[in-house]
Every structure is written in C-alpha cells, then in structure tokens.
C-alpha cells in the first residue's frame, strides 16, 4: 500500500437476500482508495450501495469479496482511527450533550477528567459552547447534527465518514454546518487526515471535495472519480462550480 493512502478497498463486493430468499448483489468490484489530506464525497441514487460501502469501511459490516484496508490493516471490526457520523444523529436521548460526546472516549479508556476537558473543548470548537448540561431533545436538528459530528471529532480520528450527515436538515443549517467543518478542515483545527462523505447532493459535493466519487446502481460500481482542483472557500455562483455541478449532474443521469 502507498504510504500516502489512509483505507483501501480491492474488488469489494456485497449482496444481500432479499424478502423471497432471492440474493441482490449491492456492491461489486468496487476499488476506491482514501488519501491522505483528501475529502472525498460520493454520490449515487438511492440504493446503489452508498451506505453499505462506507459501513464496510467502518468496521460495522464485511464484505463479502474483496479486501478493506485501514492503514495497512485488513478492516475486521471498527478500528480506533476511523469515526463515522450518521445521518440520523444517533444520540442517546437519556444521556446529556456532554455525555454522549464522551462516549467514545470512555470506549477508549480515557481517565473521567480528561474526558470531561476534551468533550468540553470539541463542544466549544463545534459551535455548541454552554450545551454540555442539555438533553438532546432539547436542540434543533442542526445542534444534534453538530453534537454526533462533535462526539465523532474528539475521538482524534485519522478517517472520518459522513452517512448523508446534512440531509436531514434544512437547507441553511446544512450549509452553515457544513462550512463550519470546512472551516475547521482547512484551518487544521482538527487531526483528520481524511474524509468521506457519502451524499445525493451534488452542489453539496462540488463545494467539499477534492474528488468526486460516482457510485452507479444495480449492482454499485464505481462509473466515474473526477479531480476537483478548484479552492476552497468556492463560489456557488462562479462559473467553475457551476460547470462542475453540470458535469456531474450528466455524468449521473447517464444510462
């Protein structure tokens, strides 16, 4: 493996059964490598494998065929450097803001005290400063967001993944979130040295990446993985952006 690849998938392959016993292969010979120092967004339809994919580079399914890899590690299980932030908050709703930002690090073994100090500072980091004491139930959708993104952050992930972490959100607290992660990307204010975010959003992708991955359906496979070479912060109005989005969006609708 190449020093500078953080995971690596070879000739992955899924399929499940479906309600009459009939097998559906989801993903087949998918070959995607995450760099270091690169996001990496990738889109598709619905249900061409999207998810499926990045659970299996979270440890949280196998594959069937082919081989994850993390670091120069078969991927067997979660790995300590790998964190994911899911679409649907995934808080627990008896636990405090602060309580369910250190979880992950209590898994780790981190001593109460340290936790506590770690927690406290992602909190302020992520825009949610005074919100340790409250319960989830009691933030907006974009505040919980911000909560799984915070309880994924402290963690020091080496790979962070993204399930459709903005889709559940309106379309201002999306885009504010998201830049605020960019933010915190390219500022360095994290250790992250790589980023998945799995998507249907293409303006959301072209404004992230530095690559665009496109899953195709029926089974997944990789179609198309286009180089973004344009800086960040972009212009959702530049001509570039949206010469980008247009050729994804053909690229996608293509038969």
Not at 42 to 56: M, Q
Request: charged letters at 20%; hydrophobic letters at 45%; proline letters at 5%.
């Amino acid at each position: 493996m190449a020093e500078n690849i953080l995971m690596e998938l070879t000739g992955v392959g899924k399929t499940f059964k479906q309600a009459d016993g009939a097998p559906r292969v989801i993903l087949d010979s998918v070959n995607f490598a995450l760099r270091d120092g690169e996001i990496v967004t990738l889109l598709g339809k619905s249900g061409c494998g999207k998810s499926t994919l990045l659970r299996i580079m979270a440890g949280l399914a196998a594959a069937d065929q082919g081989s994850a890899v993390y670091r120069g590690t078969r991927i067997s299980g979660p790995a300590s450097g790998v964190a994911m932030v899911f679409q649907s908050f995934a808080l627990f709703p008896w636990l405090t803001v602060q309580q369910n930002v250190e979880l992950g690090l209590e898994a780790q073994g981190v001593p109460p005290a340290e936790r506590a100090h770690r927690a406290g500072a992602m909190l302020e980091r992520i825009g949610l400063a005074g919100c340790g004491g409250t319960l989830p139930r009691e933030l907006s959708g974009g505040m919980r967001q911000r909560v799984g993104i915070a309880r994924a952050l402290v963690t020091n992930p080496d790979v962070l993944l993204m399930d459709e972490a903005f889709s559940a959100l309106d379309v201002l607290t999306a885009e504010t979130l998201r830049n605020d992660i960019l933010e915190l990307w390219d500022s360095g204010r994290i250790p992250t040295r790589g980023m998945l975010v799995v998507s249907h959003n293409i303006a959301e992708a072209v404004m992230m990446a530095d690559r665009i991955v496109i899953l195709s359906s029926d089974p997944g496979r990789i179609s198309h993985d286009i180089a973004v070479r344009l800086p960040r912060p972009r212009n959702p109005d530049s001509q570039e952006v949206r010469a980008l989005a247009d050729q994804v969006y053909r690229l996608m609708t293509l038969r």
